[in-house]
């Protein structure tokens, strides 16, 4: 994750209409953004009707965002946060923002994907039963692969409060999928 | 309380893994790669980011206003086109700024000239094959625009002017059905030498662009092979192509306004008894 000064300069020439500068900012964050939103909705269409809602939001608040240590990925970060409120409300999903959808379950007689499937959906649902805090440093940290830096900024955290957060999340989901095995 | 200490060293070496990381961590460490490996998602696809970009694309123009719709946006009018070329030249750009236009690109400070020229041509023309004509040969200068812009590498630029291509295109429908297919035969090679060009931001854009010539030469050849080519009397086959020449032959006729004209296109006609 490369969170180059340049994105203030872009986003000053995207608010003046130049589509070009908006289509790089896209460039640049649609990955992160994409993939945020594919580990917190199972479908692909899903994610990929709210990734065009959170770019759109985004180009239509622009002349709302000011940059002040807080980069535009973690603003579009934010939006994409609500965005996935309004699509579980929208959908009247018993599950909450925290939750996770049921996994599609394989084919038949692929046992072994069978299996590495309940590995994750066991390591998803515990996951899903720790603290927002501590799920979401997981993600960004450890899932989306993004560096302690920009995990900071995009939580609106210290550095260090990431990464005493990330072993405490770390030691609590591991403690809780013991506790699921014993 | 974890000790700052070794919530460093845990995230140093998720960064770094290596066999050799202290014996405490190795658990958490083994956590961290084994969640990686069965939950990260994978990196998007090219696709998946092209059929984003141009639904983004698509609904940020739905939610501008249409510019032959836009009641408060006066300049975009045909008549008030007129009047702004008419006050721009009295206040002093004159005859010599309008033409400069002619060589203007989107993005440039003299194009709305350009395109306030062209409306107000529109305007005065007095027969629908010489809006035709006209429109024929608006849609080739859109297409140059793309090219002088591509070569120039003015990717903002080049974005809109795509953008505006397939109106360019609706207002081809009025015109000679085997010049058009031909016309838009040479607009799909030429957009397909420009793709290679063009930065990824902007492939759905000359896709949509490609999309439209290639719809607009299809549907133009379903029009010729449907009916015979119209015969205009008294058309020189010599001056059959240029605009002036239609407008030449066609001024003493009844005015009759065609369909399908791209938006900012639109003209008030009064009614023929």
Known sequence: MNEQPQDAELVAKARRGDAGAYGQLYERYFDPIYRYLRLRLEDETDAE??????????????????????????????????????????????????????????????????????ERVAMERVLTSLPTDHQE?????????????????WMKRSEGAVRVLLHRALTGMRARMQDRSD | MVKEERAEALDRWIDQPDPGAPGDLVPLLDLAHDLKRRMAPAAATKAARARVWARLQREVRAARPRPGRRSGVLWLRPAYALAGVALAVSLGLGTTAAYASEGSLPGDLLYPVKRGLETARLALSPTPAGDAALLVSF??????????????????????????????????????PAAVEAQLQHHVEVLERVRSQVPAA??????????????????????????????????????????????????????????????????KLTPTP
């Open chain 2, 139 to 176: 849609a080739d200068r859109r297409l140059a625009e793309i090219e002088a812009l591509t070569a120039q590498g003015r990717w903002a630029d080049v974005d809109a002017a795509l953008a505006s291509y397939p109106d360019a295109v609706v207002g081809l429908e009025t015109a000679d």
């Open chain 2, 202 to 267: 902007a492939q759905a854009g000359l896709e949509q662009a490609l999309d439209r010539a290639d719809r607009g030469r299809q549907e133009a050849k379903d029009r010729k092979d449907r009916k015979p080519k119209p015969e205009v009397p008294g058309r020189d086959k010599k001056n059959e192509a240029t605009p002036e020449a239609l407008e030449s032959q066609d001024r003493h006729r009844n005015p009759r306004w065609p369909g399908g004209l791209p938006p900012g296109q639109q003209k």
């Open chain 1, 49 to 118: 009707d709210l990734a065009a809602n959170v770019f759109l939001r985004a180009y239509q608040s622009l002349g709302r965002y000011r940059e002040r240590g807080w980069p535009f990925s973690a603003y579009l970060y934010q939006i994409a946060r609500n965005a996935l409120a309004d699509h579980y409300r929208g959908r009247r999903s018993e599950a909450d923002l925290d939750s996770v959808p049921e996994p599609v379950a394989p084919g038949p007689g692929l046992d072994e994907n069978l299996a590495r499937d309940e």
């Open chain 1, 137 to 153: 440093v997981i993600r960004l940290r450890i899932l989306l692969g993004l560096s302690t830096e920009a995990t900071a900024r």
